[in-house]
């Protein structure tokens, strides 16, 4: 099951209403929940997936078609598929991650610190852009996975991409 917790920003952008929310529970699915926000960078808008059991992240351009309830999670599902075969897991891997996510639903936001989090990685996602002189000219790619490889003190000085391989391999990924 996956629960893609949604900031007010992206509930609004695709229409969500409160109805439609539900609280999440905890998934035995190796990289856990996930938070979106939506965020501008320059004028582009931009779509920022996290883990919250291991603040892997990745950032995906809305584009000039409107994101939609519909379309939000499929989104998520390339864009993860897409960042892991990037890192070179093999597709064995790959799938296991994304097995657990075959259904899901939207959730709240419902940790204040996660958030503090994720406010971190947009201003550090909008600076690494910014000082390798905009969108035009800065690999996005290599952004990303740079952000992943940033020790972090909320997961105790260890960095995303460890996390992630202990997780694919056998464990359970968490912050603890």
Not at 58 to 84: A, R, W
Not at 88 to 96: L, M, N, V
Request: aromatic residues 10%; positive net charge; hydrophobic residues 45%.
């Amino acid at each position: 099951m996956l629960y893609l917790k949604c900031t007010g920003e992206v509930q609004k952008a695709i229409g969500l209403r409160k109805a439609d929310l539900v609280d999440a529970q905890a998934v035995a699915a190796p990289l856990g929940n996930w938070y979106v926000h939506r965020f501008l960078i320059g004028r582009t808008r931009f779509f920022l997936f996290m883990s919250e059991l291991n603040l892997l992240s990745f950032v995906l351009y809305q584009g000039n078609k409107p994101v939609t309830v519909q379309s939000l999670p499929t989104m998520f599902m390339g864009g993860l598929s897409q960042l892991l075969a990037m890192r070179g897991f093999e597709p064995a891997r790959i799938h296991r991650a994304l097995q657990a996510y075959q259904t899901g639903l939207f959730a709240k936001t419902d940790s204040r610190k996660l958030l503090g989090c994720m406010n971190d990685l947009v201003w550090r996602y909008t600076e690494m852009v910014e000082f390798h002189g905009g969108l035009a000219s800065c690999d996005l790619t290599d952004t990303i996975m740079k952000m992943n490889d940033m020790p972090q003190r909320t997961l105790n000085w260890r960095n995303s991409w460890d996390l992630v391989e202990f997780a694919l391999l056998e464990g359970d990924g968490s912050l603890q």
